[in-house]
T-cell receptor, first 114, second 114 residues
């Protein structure tokens, strides 16, 4: 069974601080997606990383895919209250049939205090 | 704004009731998904439909019955549910199952079983 563990599970920080969220697995994924879910809403895709070692930046968010494509990290610089939400990673695997399967992580709930 | 609409947003029902959750996507996608989101648990994939055909049933109890009459609509019929079925039920869609694509989520139905 493929599992994705995220850490930390909960994080409460002050506005302006930096933070890193981790997504780890013993399985190799063809790619990995990060989503953010705000209260009362569904998850929204932030980024997809595909290549081992790949780094992508989205404003103050930096995403990295591990060299072995088993893990990923999300770093937020100078966090703002608008960054508050549940961050989910999702590993994407390929079936032998060629179809894709998504495995979601356990989630990191972030609260940024003004 | 979301291209995936779920109704109702909230539902309270007794264990002997029968109700249905509805999902509609306006994105022209061919794959649709039902997920269950409970506190402290990863998103659990329940069912996957691709071109109206069910491709995955993730060992879901028979008290949950999905229906996909066309590529734009997905239903989840509920009957004789248990208190542990209380959760947020999320619908998602993607272009199909053959590419590394993002899933677009609705805002969910918050289900409470009395």
């Amino acid at each position: 069974t493929q599992l994705l563990e995220q850490s930390p599970q909960f994080l409460s920080i002050q506005e302006g601080e930096n933070l890193t969220v981790y997504c780890n697995s013993s399985s190799v994924f063809s790619s990995l997606q990060w989503y953010r879910q705000e209260p009362g809403e569904g998850p929204v895709l932030l980024v997809t990383v595909v290549t081992g070692g790949e780094v992508k930046k989205l404003k103050r968010l930096t995403f990295q895919f591990g060299d072995a494509r088993k893990d990923s990290s999300l770093h937020i610089t100078a966090a703002q209250p608008g960054d508050t939400g549940l961050y989910l990673c999702a590993g994407v695997s390929i079936y032998t049939s060629g179809t894709y399967k998504y495995i979601f992580g356990t989630g990191t709930r972030l609260k940024v205090l003004a | 704004e979301t291209g995936v609409t779920q109704t109702p947003r909230h539902l309270v029902m007794g264990m002997t009731n029968k109700k249905s959750l509805k999902c509609e996507q306006h994105l022209g996608h061919n794959a649709m998904y039902w997920y269950k989101q409970s506190a402290k648990k990863p998103l659990e994939l329940m069912f996957v439909y691709n071109f109206k055909e069910q491709t995955e049933n993730n060992s879901v109890p028979s008290r949950f019955s999905p229906e996909c009459p066309n590529s734009s609509h997905l239903f989840l019929h509920l009957h004789t549910l248990q208190p542990e079925d209380s959760a947020l039920y999320l619908c998602a869609s993607s272009q199909d199952l053959l590419g590394n694509q993002p899933q677009h989520f609705g805002d969910g139905t918050r289900l409470s079983i009395l």
